[in-house]
């Protein structure tokens, strides 16, 4: 997620690019004095601001967490048995530069994987990071490279 600026900012504050790097835009709308933001494809979605980040909540009331910088830290369903997927980041280097890296995710039912990332440099002498290892609650490895 990301803000636009000038003119396209005041129309449309927000816009947030999903899975397959479509674009959504969301203006702006008020309503009993309250400002919320829609999307204007007419999908049904409606973006929120809180205190920690944002919320992008769709047609079936399911939630989308979203940090202040734009990283995704969750998901709540609406479902009969509700449940949500948290998403943890640490700071790595690259090219020196602090970049957020996921380094666990937890489900609904409280099950942790821990992902291991590295820094490599390839024969370029580029640097990378690298997903080495991902490991269960229990210390299994369910993938390793």
Request: charged share 25%; aromatic share 8%.
């Amino acid at each position: 997620m990301y803000g636009l600026t000038g003119t396209s900012q005041k129309l449309y504050p927000y816009v947030y690019e999903d899975g397959d790097g479509t674009e959504h835009y969301f203006y702006a709308k008020t309503e009993n004095n309250s400002t919320k933001y829609y999307d204007e494809d007419g999908l049904g979605l409606e973006l929120k601001t809180t205190s920690n980040g944002f919320q992008i909540i769709d047609k079936n009331k399911n939630i989308t967490l979203f940090d202040s910088k734009g990283n995704i830290v969750g998901q709540k369903n609406n479902q009969k048995t509700a449940s949500e997927i948290k998403i943890l980041y640490s700071t790595m280097q690259l090219n020196k530069k602090d970049v957020p890296v996921i380094s666990k995710i937890v489900d609904g039912a409280g099950h942790t994987i821990t992902l291991n990332t590295e820094n490599v440099i390839d024969e370029n002498g580029i640097e990378h990071l690298l997903l080495k290892s991902m490991v269960d609650e229990k210390g299994n490895n369910i993938s390793s490279i």
